[in-house]
């Protein structure tokens, strides 16, 4: 699936939350997306962490095949995937 998420840091500054703000590509997307509206995103820890923290795009052609030490929501994109 085609994802794009706009994520923020928390009031607190501590971690990364869901904006609102998203793009999806198809229906698993949509699912993926809503499996994880409430996650938070720990800063320098998972793909968004990192993102925040290094400035840097990451892009992953699959990311139901990444370990959860490198995408936290490994297991969640899984069931999302057809």
């Known amino acids: 699936f085609v994802l794009a998420e706009a994520l923020c840091l928390r009031e607190d500054g501590l971690v ?27 800063l320098n820890i998972g793909v968004p962490g990192r993102c925040f923290t290094t400035q840097q795009t990451l892009f992953h052609n699959n990311v139901s095949k990444l370990p959860e030490t490198i995408f936290l929501r490994a297991e969640m994109a899984a069931k999302a995937t057809p």
Not at 17 to 42: M, N, T
């Open 16 to 42: 990364l939350v869901q904006s609102g703000a998203s793009w999806c590509g198809d229906f698993g997307a949509e699912l993926f997306h809503k499996f994880s509206i409430d996650f938070i995103f720990p």
